[in-house]
Nanobody
Framework: VQLVESGGGLVQPGGSLRLSCAASGFTFSTYDMYWYRQGPGKERELIGGIVSSGASTGYPNSVKGRFSIYRDNAKNTVDLQMHSLKPEDTAVYYC?????????WGQGTQVTVFS
């Protein structure tokens, strides 16, 4: 089982970035997918999720309207599109796959928002 995030980097405030998570080794289309982040000195925070079919997404208020999650079950990928980035969005971003008691995590990708 592998979840590999990519697309992180440096971006200025107000900028956009799109992260991708490539899955392998399990039946991706049956798993709900989530994105989390962990900023420096902070606990890991859930920032959004998408159901297995892709029909529904959800986001906390901290990112609602700025972040969007998309998935492609044919390509076994889930993306996190981020707009209007702020310095407080600086964190390591992780994707997470969940099906009942099973949960898999990626290794994370760093996003740094700086001016």
């Amino acid at each position: 089982v592998q979840l590999v995030e990519s697309g992180g980097g440096l971006v200025q405030p107000g900028g956009s970035l799109r992260l991708s998570c490539a899955a392998s080794g399990f039946t991706f289309s049956t798993y709900d997918m989530y994105w989390y982040r962990q900023g420096p000195g902070k606990e890991r925070e859930l920032i959004g999720g998408i159901v297995s079919s892709g029909a529904s997404t959800g986001y906390p208020n901290s990112v609602k309207g700025r972040f969007s999650i998309y998935r492609d079950n044919a390509k076994n990928t889930v993306d996190l599109q981020m707009h209007s980035l702020k310095p407080e969005d600086t964190a390591v971003y992780y994707c997470n796959a969940v099906l009942g008691p099973r949960a898999y995590w990626g290794q994370g990708t760093q996003v740094t928002v700086f001016s």
